[in-house]
């Protein structure tokens, strides 16, 4: 069965980065574009980007150019996402996503990202 | 960004009645393939998001047939028939037409 086991909660210092793990089993983690998913109370749900595992190809949502980035390691079948340069509005529970063009077919669990001092 | 606004913030719903749950996009999701490319998910509470339906009216594997999706261009609807407690939870629908791909605001559904 499909599924994505993502890490573990991270809290960490503003200013700094984070990389967040999805690591897929039950299909072939080629075959399938990875999506990154951000939500948060305040603005609901926002989609960050998409990958291309076979390609390495990504899209990315305007408004995280820059804060976000997204590569994978064909050899785990895993997908990462960096995040830079954090500040408070960073907080939030982010999800991986299979699927793209018209839909997300199997999510993570979610790991909660909080940004402190 | 294409908008996607829902209705209403939430709904409570007698078990064994019917519901339903709008949503309305800023831009037909028509595309010149004849595709729409309007989904829906439900995030149970303290769960991710599941696929419920896609391209208006396709029910997801494993989806209880007791989801339906309608609508075109610009308005859609889900509807819930008896609701079940499992039901329960935040819907969501999305589109699929551009990207940045853009997600409604999210409709409550409870029991009464």
């Known amino acids: 069965q499909v599924q994505l086991q993502q890490s573990g909660a991270e809290l960490v210092k503003p200013g700094t980065s984070v990389k967040l793990s999805c690591k897929a089993s039950?299909?072939?983690?080629?075959?399938?574009?990875m999506n990154w998913i951000k939500q948060t109370t305040g603005q609901g749900l926002e989609w960050i980007g998409i990958i291309n595992p076979g390609s390495g190809g990504t899209s990315y949502n305007v408004k995280f150019k820059g804060k976000a980035t997204l590569t994978v390691d064909k050899s785990s079948s895993t997908a990462f996402m960096q995040l830079s340069s954090l500040t408070p509005e960073d907080s939030a529970v982010y999800y991986c996503?299979?699927?793209?063009?018209?839909?997300?077919?199997?999510w993570g669990q979610g790991v909660m990202v909080t940004v402190s001092s | 960004d294409i908008m996607m606004t829902q209705s209403p913030l939430s709904v409570a719903v007698t078990p064994g009645e019917s519901a339903s749950i709008s949503c309305r996009s800023s831009k037909s999701l028509l595309h010149s393939n004849g595709i729409t490319y309007l989904s829906w998910y439900l995030q149970r509470p303290e769960k991710s998001p599941q696929l419920l339906i896609y391209q208006i009216s396709n029910l997801a594997s494993g989806v209880s047939g007791r989801f339906s999706g309608s609508g075109s261009g610009t308005d859609f609807t889900l509807k819930i028939s008896r609701v079940e407690t499992e039901d329960v939870g935040i819907y969501y629908c999305?589109?699929?037409?551009?990207?940045?791909?853009?997600f409604g605001g999210g409709t409550k559904l409870e029991l009464k």
């Open positions: 999305v589109q699929f037409l551009e990207v940045p791909w853009t």
């Open positions: 039950g299909y072939t983690f080629t075959s399938n574009h």
């Open positions: 996503a299979r699927g793209g063009s018209s839909l997300f077919d199997y």
